[in-house]
């Protein structure tokens, strides 16, 4: 099945550094999600964007639906220890879903 | 704590054999979603239901089944095991279908298969 592209793999931060991490896809998508999943529990929604080029916010979490409808990023800003886990993106075509290799973030205290 | 329940938590079994992994969604909600998560394969979207009927399908292989009950929980089957089937098995739920909708996760089946 068809696969998102995420990068990067893994980060390490700093605490209080920020973090920014993308989705690239060769289909179109409607609908982009980000995900962020816990050691031992199953993915939680940060943000849902619905629309090309929306920009959205979520506390210290922003994230943008590309243009091209192809690709979206999500910036964490001011990190601290417990933004540690995987993200990951995901997009949504009609009644299909389709997920990111995910980004393992460690936050160093 | 999403609301959405899935039992066992673990399961061990042997090659070949047939497994039943089970799921409530959280009240209220309709719509089921299968996702099997794999080392090698990442997340992948398996079987949609909506109110008891099938609503999509994605990488859901032949050996593996879905159904929704009355009571609106739901069951995946896994029968044939084999070892590459070794996966955390999540379920989710939503409200509709719409895509507004949010899919809230339940905590995972981890199957491994020896």
């Known amino acids: 099945g068809q696969q998102l592209n995420q990068s990067p793999q893994s980060m390490f931060i700093q605490e209080g550094e920020d973090v920014s991490m993308n989705c690239t896809s060769s289909?179109?998508?409607?609908?982009w999600l980000w995900y962020k999943q816990d050691p031992g529990e199953g993915p939680v929604l940060l943000i849902a964007?619905?629309?090309?080029?929306e920009l959205t916010s979520n506390g210290r979490l922003t994230a943008q639906f590309g243009i091209t409808r192809k690709d979206s990023f999500l910036n964490i800003s001011a990190s601290i220890p417990s933004d540690v886990g995987i993200y990951f993106c995901?997009?949504?075509?009609?009644?299909?879903?389709?997920f990111g290799t995910g980004t393992s973030l460690t936050v160093i205290p | 704590d999403s609301g959405v329940t899935q039992t066992p938590k673990h399961l061990i079994t042997a090659t070949g054999q047939r497994v039943t992994l089970r799921c409530s969604p959280r009240?209220?909600?309709?719509?089921v979603y299968w996702y099997q998560q794999s080392l090698d394969q990442g997340l992948q979207f398996l079987i949609q239901?909506?109110?008891?009927?099938?609503?999509a399908k994605g990488n859901i292989l032949e050996r593996f089944s879905a159904q929704q009950f009355p009571d609106l929980h739901s069951e995946l089957n896994l029968s044939s095991l084999e070892l590459g089937d070794s996966a955390l098995y999540f379920c989710?739920?939503?409200?509709?279908?719409?895509?507004?909708?949010?899919?809230?996760f339940g905590p995972g089946t981890r199957l491994t298969v020896l």
């Open positions: 989710a739920s939503s409200a509709g279908t719409s895509p507004y909708n949010e899919q809230f």
């Open positions: 289909s179109i998508f409607n609908t």
């Open positions: 964007l619905y629309k090309a080029g």
């Open positions: 995901a997009g949504q075509l009609g009644n299909q879903f389709y």
């Open positions: 009240s209220g909600d309709l719509s």
């Open positions: 239901y909506y109110n008891g009927e099938e609503r």
